[in-house]
């Protein structure tokens, strides 16, 4: 069955230090997500992919987050540098595409802990 | 501001027992909403509903959604530990309440 690969399932960084996360989607998926959650609360989206383009950022601190998905597959998501606040649940999810109503498939996510 | 509220925030319940949750929205461009069941891991996929009044059902879980008031309900009846988890509801898979957390006790 497909699914949404995502590395490092877990990550521990010092603050300040630069931290990424990669995500493959489900083949043929041209939408993908990225999403933080912190514990106790619910996904939020950071940026939305469109394949190559970004569709929605508007929730990524833009200071300190990048997100590229420079051949409209897979992505990498990244933190510079990282802060005790940052430490949450990255999960990454891809979906069809735009009109086709159809769920978003997630990864296993990856835990970051800012030490 | 759009926005996705869930209740209640936590329930526990025994087996056996029926469950009704909640999700109430506010959002600007609705496509769909979508319910999804967290346990220790990645969100699984469980509804989707686009349609007002149409009970969508998967074993002993149920959904429907009224869009003229906005809201949806899960329903989960004949509980079992293993429905012991948090149920999200997410609108246009963009914004995600932030959860029911369900335990079920033998």
């Known amino acids: 069955e497909a699914e949404v690969a995502q590395s490092p399932r877990y990550k521990i960084t010092e603050k300040s230090q630069a931290v990424a996360f990669w995500c493959d989607p489900i083949?043929?998926?041209?939408?993908l997500y990225w999403y933080r959650q912190i514990l106790g609360q619910g996904p939020e989206l950071l940026v939305q992919?469109?394949?190559?383009?970004?569709?929605?950022d508007s929730q990524l601190p833009k200071d300190r987050f990048s997100a590229e998905r420079l051949k409209g597959v897979d992505s990498t998501l990244k933190i510079q540098p990282a802060e005790l606040g940052d430490s949450a649940m990255y999960l990454c999810?891809?979906?069809?595409?735009?009109?086709?109503?159809?769920?978003?498939?997630f990864g296993q996510g990856t835990r970051l802990t800012v030490v | 501001e759009d926005k996705v509220v869930q209740s209640p925030l936590s329930l526990v319940v025994h087996e056996g027992d029926t469950v009704t949750l909640n999700c109430s929205y506010e959002?600007?461009?609705?496509?769909?909403l979508l319910w999804y069941k967290q346990e220790k891991k990645a969100p699984t996929f469980l509804f989707m509903l686009?349609?007002?009044?149409i009970e969508k059902k998967s074993g002993r879980l149920s959904s429907i959604l009224d869009k003229k008031e906005l809201f949806s309900i899960l329903n989960i009846t004949a509980t079992q530990t293993g429905d012991s988890a948090i149920y999200l509801c997410?609108?246009?898979?963009?914004?995600f309440g932030t959860g029911t957390s369900l335990t079920v006790i033998p």
């Open positions: 999810a891809s979906s069809l595409g735009p009109g086709m109503n159809t769920e978003a498939f």
């Open positions: 083949s043929g998926h041209a939408t």
């Open positions: 992919f469109q394949d190559e383009s970004v569709v929605d």
């Open positions: 959002v600007t461009n609705f496509r769909s």
């Open positions: 686009t349609s007002s009044g």
């Open positions: 997410a609108v246009s898979e963009f914004y």
